[in-house]
């Protein structure tokens, strides 16, 4: 397993931007599958967006498609979820996971229980 820390959280304006970051910690995102997920108040947690440390594949979530940017910086163990066009449906805590890469983007990110480290969640908060 991994340790991962997120950061990035804050509160922004409706139309505004926050990128968020997920560190491994102690180790290297090697043949991996990272994704984000959020949880809003009263809802289950959700699958965001994905992406593949080994050949950078993504999958976003309808909700977020053109508004999301998820990327992998594998010099800084980091991945980074750029969040332009904030609406305040996007409010929720934010969580980074990963998994070793069994499966495709796609068939990793529609299964939780694909991801076997979890971090501890940062808040995003959008409103005005």
């Known amino acids: 397993q991994l340790q991962l820390v997120e950061s990035g959280g804050g509160l922004v304006q409706p139309g505004g931007s926050l990128r968020l970051s997920c560190t491994a910690s102690?180790?290297?995102?090697?043949?991996?599958?990272i994704g984000w997920f959020r949880q809003a108040p009263g809802k289950q947690r959700e699958r965001v967006s994905c992406i593949s440390s080994s050949d950078d594949k993504t999958y976003y979530t309808d909700a977020v498609k053109g508004r999301f940017t998820i990327s992998n910086d594998n010099a800084k163990n980091t991945v980074y979820l750029q969040m332009n066009s904030l609406v305040p449906e996007d409010t929720a805590v934010y969580y980074c996971?990963?998994?070793?890469?069994?499966?495709?983007?796609?068939?990793?990110?529609?299964?939780?229980?694909?991801?076997?480290?979890w971090g501890q969640g940062t808040q995003v908060t959008v409103s005005s």
């Open positions: 996971a990963s998994g070793p890469q069994i499966n495709t983007v796609l068939a990793m990110c529609n299964r939780r229980a694909s991801f076997t480290s």
């Open positions: 102690d180790s290297r995102f090697e043949h991996q599958v």
